[in-house]
């Protein structure tokens, strides 16, 4: 579904190498994690590969289609929520949700089941008539998630999803997920929580100073010790 | 080599959160950084500064031949000093009403304030800080009034160095009594009333007072007469209200007197005005430190509706949807109405014209110019003459409108969903040229309803320029607009850095200046050339499809590319 190839993006005319020719593939039907320590060159790769910054090398193709190449198709097929969404102050949670099924031309038919679905799953029903800007973080974060998923697409890219979400969105978040691979769909999303990748990816990969330096599954990961737990399998291979 | 943003020598809390403020909010290190780091951009700052000290130079020239005015008439009745009580009475009510509304903004709603109250900081500590902010940024306002009276007094009167050290101290003072009363009327005033709720509502008050005061004051400038005679009789009138407005506020006489005074009794004003201007600040902190926190945390609690949305409610606002272009152009459309700042500088841009020509009407109508005017356009010869008036009061309305030139910049820290939507960087700009130009569309449409109801011009020669105006507004639209996509300001603190602050804002209406001229000249050419007005109008029109012919696809063109460059 995702295929990124010699990947590389730096910042300060070169002088700071954020992602060094990386290599990764994620296949259709996982949940993948991305895993990583700060400053690791996680949300570069996510932007890259969602159009919002420009690689200076490689090449990344969403299920087929090159997003440098083609932006327009790629987009339509990945549903996108940053680390810190920061939306529009001045629409209401329901004016932002209506604006991205237009932008993603939701067709009418499902349009009206599919907001009222997310506004009751997150739990938003109560402050969809209010302006954003009166929202909580963890309600801003709802609100980006159910704004990006509305159009249905086969990828969604989740840069630290369950930072700010209440135990419940967040329970409710990762049933999603599931349900979605479930039919075929990929979701691929950064974390901090080595708890929550252990538990629900199928495959991860750990990036440290812009390059990948594990990917597999938590056992390969492991490499059959079944005591090992992802946690120290991180902090030894970041700290290498 | 010792890296000299890396030192940390330990300093009083106050003194550190002085420094920082001022840091931050005048983005000193931000500077720092452009200036050694970044060298291709250091260009820009330099470059704003120049516009804006060349923006400025008309009206500060205007206000020093004024207080000439002022000085020789005064040095007439033998009171010479009226230039001083008159300069400092004016700056300091300046910097009192306007002071009203920044003290409220900086002490309450700045973005850091949150962050500071947690900190083992006293609240006149915060107080403190934030006052000097708003101290140095008053200096902005009060020396360009301040600077040039002193100078004409010192010069005038042949002053010695004592006058000029004195004046000094004055000048660097003046601002702090009005800011100091602002102060305290604004956390007293918070005390009482939940006002962070009307906080939308108070920009848009504040703003039409700004663009009626400045209004008023080129009225007065206007008014002001040019040979001595008449000087000495306007100052025969205007002297009872400076002498009343300096009673009133005996600071002010105090530091006339101790600037023009000599000797003993200039020191005696001079220590009285220091040693009030001390004790009003050390006051207005103890009633700060009483009253601050109470009121800015009662402050922060939001309101809400909470409306709960039936089932049926979404499905009926929900809608057949629409296209991606029309989404957009809806999204546009509501954030700018729905952002005070931006309803004053875009609307209000737009409306300006219209609206001087019926403040015209309402506080001169009795001028006999005026009168002669109206009468004038009765006649069926001038009426087509008017009509090409009316145009360029339309194109000139037009370009002045900053919403296009700030329509990328705007989206700031959102530009994220622009980069992230499956939807052409062509069909986001079309949006935005929409918005735009329905503002634009506003003003020649108004500016026709005026020329129509109030001038009474016949309904042909409102229609011609009418369509004209509307053709005409195209090119300008479309070039504004290019100009920010071509150079967005999309990194922002407040709103009103991505709209008055924005280089693109006076880039755009030089732009649209040149364009105006361009079309005057074919109009005035038509005119030369012996032909009937219409042709004026006609080829107006044309220049206007031709620049609108090379500018939208240049639109398009550079949005193409640069949506594509912006990272976000």
Known sequence: ?????????????????????????????????????????????????VGLLNPDTGTITIDGTDIVKEPIEAKRKIGYVPDEPTLYERLTGFEYLNFMADVYQVPESVRKERIEYYLEMFNLRDAASDLIKSYSHGMRQKTALAGALLHDPKLWILDEPMVGLDPKSAHLLKNQMREHCGKGNTVFFSTHVLEVAEKLCDRVAIINKGKLIAIGTIDELRHGDRKDSLEKIFLELTEQ | MKDKTMKCRPMKPFTSLIRMQLNVNYSISALKYRFTREKKKRWEPILIGVAIILSLLPLLAMYTFFMLSVFTGGLMMGQPEMVLVMALVFAQLVIFIFGILYIMGTFYFSKDIMSLVPLPLKPYEIIGAKFAVVLVNEYLTSLPLLLPPVIIFGIGTSQGILYWLKSLAIMAVAPVIPLTIASLLVVLLMRVVNIGRYKDLLVIVGGTALVFASFFVSVLMQKMPEDPEAIKQFFAEQTSLVDLLGRRFPPALWATRALADNGLSGVGYFVLFLAVCAGLFIFMLWVANQVFYRALLAGQEVRRKRKTLTGEQIY?????????????????????????????????????????????????????????????????????????????????????????????????????????????????????????????????????????????????????????????????????????????????????????????????????????????????????????????????????????????????????????????
């Open chain 1, 1 to 49: 579904m995702i295929e990124i190839r010699n990947l590389s993006k730096s910042y300060n005319k070169g002088q700071v190498k954020a992602v060094d020719g990386l290599d990764l593939k994620v296949n259709r039907g996982e949940i993948f994690g991305f895993l990583g320590p700060n400053g690791a060159g996680k949300t570069t790769t996510i932007k890259m590969i």
């Open chain 2, 316 to 568: 009926r606002r929900v809608g057949r949807g629409s296209s991606p272009v029309l989404a957009l152009l809806k999204r546009e459309w509501r954030l700018m109405i729905r952002t005070p700042l931006y309803v004053l500088n875009g609307l209000t841009g737009s409306i300006a014209g219209p609206l001087i020509i019926v403040l015209m009407f309402a506080v001169r109508g009795s001028d006999p110019e005026l009168a002669m005017l109206a009468e004038s356009l009765k006649d069926p010869e001038v009426v087509p003459y008017a009509a090409l008036g009316g145009l360029g009061i339309m194109l000139f309305t037009a370009g002045m409108n900053i919403v296009a030139s700030t329509a990328l910049s705007r989206e700031g820290k959102t530009i994220w969903v622009a980069k992230m939507i499956p939807v052409t960087a062509r069909q986001q700009v079309d949006a935005k040229f929409l918005c735009s130009y329905i503002v634009s569309a506003a003003g020649v449409l108004a500016t026709s309803l005026i020329m129509a109801l109030l001038l009474r011009i016949p309904i042909l020669w409102v229609v011609l320029p009418a369509i004209a105006g509307l053709i005409g507004s195209v090119p300008m639209v479309a070039l504004n607009l290019l100009i920010d996509v071509f150079h967005p300001k999309l990194v922002w603190n407040s709103e009103q850095e991505a709209m008055k602050q924005n280089m693109n804002a006076g880039l755009g209406m030089l732009v649209s200046f040149v364009v105006i001229l361009i079309m005057g000249a074919c109009a005035a050419g038509a005119l030369l050339l012996g032909l009937p007005v219409t042709a004026a109008f006609a080829a107006v029109a044309v220049v206007s499809v031709i620049l609108s012919a090379l500018s939208v696809p240049a639109l398009h063109a550079v949005a193409e590319k640069k949506y594509s460059e912006i990272e976000a």
